[in-house]
């Protein structure tokens, strides 16, 4: 049996390896609950709860299956393991993985969307330049 320590650390490492961020990678662990604006330059990880907007605009976001967001993304690529409600939009690919819930609508360049996973809004593809 695994236990809790353990799936922390293997969720971890699963959205980092979805996600491949760079060492300056930030990381919203499972016991953070944020409500507000978040903004700023590097990749980011959610685990715990965010509610309100992310800007990470020429930088990767991934939700982690632990993760709850309400919240308006832009980022450069959008990984989804976890549950999200809002609005996004990827200069790149948006990735929604099985046992992602996602409801809102999301723009795009490409979307790749898993076996399993929910998705309940509106969809367009807007390749970049």
């Known amino acids: 049996m695994v236990g809790k320590s353990e799936d922390k650390r293997n969720d971890v490492k699963e959205a980092t390896r979805s996600s491949s961020p760079t060492p300056q ?35 990767d976001l991934t939700i982690a299956r632990s993760g709850r967001v309400k919240a308006d993304i832009r980022a450069d690529n959008i990984n989804i393991q976890g549950t999200l409600e809002g609005r996004l939009q990827a200069a790149g690919k948006v ?5 992602s819930s996602v409801s809102g609508d999301i723009t795009a360049g490409c979307i790749s969307i898993a076996e399993g996973a929910v998705f309940k809004g509106s969809l367009k593809i807007q390749p970049g330049p």
């Not at 903004?39 to 509610?51: L, T």
């Not at 990735?95 to 046992?99: M, S």
């Open 25 to 59: 990678a930030s990381l919203i662990s499972q016991s953070m609950v944020l409500e507000g604006e978040i903004s700023g330059q590097g990749d980011m990880v959610i685990q715990g709860r965010v509610q309100g907007r992310i800007s990470l605009e020429g930088n």
């Open 95 to 99: 990735t929604l993985h099985a046992e």
